[in-house]
């Protein structure tokens, strides 16, 4: 006898439905990785994309999408939450451009305190002194900055993708036509 599958649409109980026709489903966008699934009546419910062997809408594409997932693909696999990975990549170079623009803006402060100096009769040394150690001291910070933002950026993409290798494993374990692995 075919295995039925059952699904959840809200707190509605769907189904059944064969495995070709939830393979159908995932294919056509219709089923959602997120939607809750189950196997048989009193199956244990699972997010659809923990399943092996669907494959859902928006991770398949004609010819040109496909050519651009190979593009996005990391380490073998297609990237989980692109828009996810473009906020972090808009991130890191929102952080460089900042830290680029607070360089530039100690390095105006260090040539202005030099051209004030400059015009200082008495007092000129320790002018340029302390205008160097506020310089230094904003070079330290916009240092320190600029590695916190990126090593949090990279922390999240370590968390993205010790996920979807948890995922991926688990969805070794199940498969549609309900053979564990």
């Known amino acids: ?40 009546k009193s199956g244990d419910w699972v997010s659809a994309d ?65 051209v004030r100096a400059s015009q200082v009769t008495q007092g000129a040394g320790y002018v340029v002194v302390t205008d160097v150690a506020f310089v230094v001291l904003g070079a330290v910070v916009l240092a320190v900055w600029y590695i916190a933002g990126i090593a949090g950026i990279e922390f999240v993409r370590v968390v993205i993708d010790v996920e979807a290798n948890t995922r991926e494993i688990a969805g070794r374990l199940k498969t549609v036509d309900g053979v564990k692995g």
């Open 50 to 114: 923990t399943i092996k062997g669907l494959a859902f809408g928006d991770e398949i594409g004609e010819e040109e999408g496909e050519e651009e997932a190979a593009d996005e693909t990391a380490g073998g696999g297609t990237r989980r939450y692109p828009m996810l990975h473009t906020y972090l990549d808009m991130s890191a170079n929102v952080l460089a451009i900042g830290t680029a623009i607070g360089a530039l803006a100690l390095v105006a402060f260090l040539i202005a305190g030099i």
């Open 1 to 40: 006898m075919e295995q039925q599958w059952y699904f959840r649409s809200g707190k509605e109980v769907l189904g059944p439905v064969s495995a070709a026709k939830l393979k159908s489903m995932a294919r056509a966008g219709t089923l959602r990785p997120y939607v809750h699934i189950r196997l048989g």
